[in-house]
């Protein structure tokens, strides 16, 4: 978190890429990456393993906010169903129940 009155720096993709590549291709340890680019380790770490389970797209995408339906993950409560269809949803699970039983 920010101290008061520090502002938060937003990276571009390409400098991130650009990050990432040149701790894999002169073998920097992540400190020395942080010395050298002045980038929080834990935020390199971030984009390395991004880095690894994506690849260089992963780094393009914005993963701030919240999830939504859009990328496939919807968060908080279900939507509710439709009358009509939950109705039938509790006559056929009653129908089962009764079949199961007999």
Known sequence: MA???????????????????DMRENHLGIMETERKYDVKHDVISKWERIFLEEGAEGLMKERRGRASK????AKGRPPKLDKKIEE??????QRLRMENEY
């Open 88 to 93: 039938d949803l509790i006559a056929e699970n």
């Open 3 to 21: 101290k008061k009155g520090q502002k938060y720096r937003k990276h571009s993709p390409e400098f991130k890429l650009s990050v990432i590549m």
């Open 70 to 73: 859009v990328d496939g993950i």
